[in-house]
């Protein structure tokens, strides 16, 4: 196949940080919408400063050309009823389904050191001690899926650093534990390659039960010193772990990983989520630097 099936969409975390919102704080809703729209990009997720009327959302998006592809969703089965879990996880729904989205993403912070400042990331991480832990978290996430489904949307669950699903391995017994119709993942090949693992060898497993694509690249020697300095996530983001595919300070092997999609039957969006500090990096700048990258590998 070729890449008709794909479209590609952009993160608002670019221009505003959800759990660091000073970072990008004088960044408007309608700035941040408007370079999406500019640097050649037709959907994407949804952020801090999005107004939350579906109507003035809807406007505003349909002006540029724009439409939500997914949103993330914290989950926190590790330390809430799945009552609460599930009130949360409908009420997003309802949100996305009136504006015709068919992804819900979102990982576990449940018991995850993802927002914490002063934590060390590849120490802090959360985990699922014990078989019990484990069957209450699948059992949590497949019952939400299968939510989800009924409605005509997937769960598609991120890995993601600092969290209790970070490596292959945990990536691993998440899959073979919940449904396939029920359950997909939310691939990012930063967070892979972060937390160690080959996204290559990662992508060309799973992508079969993928249902959403976040694509970023990392800088090495910065998370060289991720590791020798003991730095919390968020600290690595601000330092700058995090670019965009198309920066030569990146180390991703993007054009295997495009390979793989385009030889594979994935049908959805790829969307560019590569965090920084707005200050330093200007986000239109590198939204666009992507934004051609991505063209000159797919045509798109």
């Excluded at 439409?67 to 914290?74: A, D, M, R, T, V």
Aim: with cysteine; net charge negative; glycine share 8%.
């Amino acid at each position: 196949m070729n890449f008709d099936n794909i479209k590609l969409g952009v993160a608002p975390i670019i221009w505003t940080n959800d759990d660091m919102p000073e970072l990008g704080g004088e960044n408007t809703f309608e700035q941040c919408v408007s370079e999406m729209a500019l640097a050649g990009f037709t959907g994407c997720e949804v952020g801090n400063k999005f107004p939350r009327d579906v109507n003035i959302l809807k406007k505003a998006l349909d002006l540029r050309g724009l439409q939500i592809c997914n949103q993330w969703n914290s989950y926190e089965l590790t330390t809430k009823s799945f009552a609460e879990n599930r009130e949360n996880f409908i009420k997003l729904l309802d949100f996305l389904e009136i504006m015709g989205t068919k992804v819900i993403g979102g990982g576990e912070t449940g018991n995850s050191c993802q927002g914490q400042m002063t934590v060390p990331v590849f120490e802090g991480k959360g985990l699922l001690n014990t078989s019990e832990e484990w069957n209450s978290f699948t059992f949590g996430l497949n019952e939400l899926g299968k939510i989800a489904r009924d409605r005509g949307l997937k769960l598609a669950f991120h890995h993601h650093m600092g969290t209790c699903i970070q490596t292959l391995e945990e990536t691993d017994r998440l899959l073979h534990e919940t449904d396939p119709e029920n359950v997909f993942l939310n691939y990012d090949c930063g967070h892979f390659y972060f937390a160690g693992e080959d996204p290559v060898a990662a992508l060309q497993k799973y992508i079969g039960r993928t249902a959403h694509i976040h694509l970023k690249d990392v800088r090495q020697h910065i998370l060289q010193s991720v590791h020798d300095d003991r730095l919390s996530f968020l600290s690595a983001v601000k330092k700058g772990v995090f670019t965009v595919p198309g920066d030569p300070e990146g180390c991703i092997d993007f054009p295997a990983l495009f390979s793989i999609i385009k030889s594979s039957d994935y049908h959805g969006w790829i969307v560019l989520e590569a965090e920084q500090d707005p200050s330093k990096a200007n986000p239109l700048e590198y939204a666009m630097i992507a934004r051609k990258y991505f063209r000159d590998l797919t045509g798109i």
